[in-house]
């Protein structure tokens, strides 16, 4: 069963920072991507950030110079460093990844449970 498992949620004041973390367990192949989503009230879930394997990242336009993802190969665990924090950046924060799963060998979405993100003027 592959889990992935988010941290680092909470309170902020508008200007601060926080940082996010999504670890995977479980029984797997490989991880590929790992991204950062997020949804507010009344809103569809979007993106927020990826990063490859390899390294490459992208980013939602919104958070672009603020907001910076990294990723631990080796504790299969990804990062979320939210800096200059705004009042719409308030939303539920999901962790997702493609993972290359036993048995099948084929690679599948997975994602967390999700961590509260709430930013205060």
């Known amino acids: 069963q592959v889990q992935l498992v988010e941290s680092g949620g909470g309170l902020v004041h508008a200007g601060g920072s926080l940082n996010l973390s999504c670890a995977a367990s479980?029984?797997?192949?490989?991880?590929?991507?790992m991204g950062w989503y997020r949804q507010a009230p009344g809103k569809e879930r979007e993106l927020v950030a990826r990063?490859?394997?390899?390294?490459?990242?992208n980013y939602a336009d919104s958070v672009k110079g603020r907001f910076t993802i990294s990723r631990d190969n080796a504790k299969n665990t990804v990062y979320l460093q939210m800096n200059s924090l705004k009042l719409e950046d308030m939303a539920n924060y999901f962790c997702?990844?493609?993972?290359?799963?036993?048995?099948?060998?084929?690679?599948?979405?997975?994602w967390g449970q999700g961590t509260q993100v709430t930013v205060s003027s």
């Open positions: 997702n990844a493609d993972i290359v799963v036993t048995v099948t060998f084929r690679s599948y979405p997975f």
């Open positions: 479980g029984r797997y192949i490989r991880i590929n991507t």
């Open positions: 990063i490859t394997s390899g390294g490459a990242t």
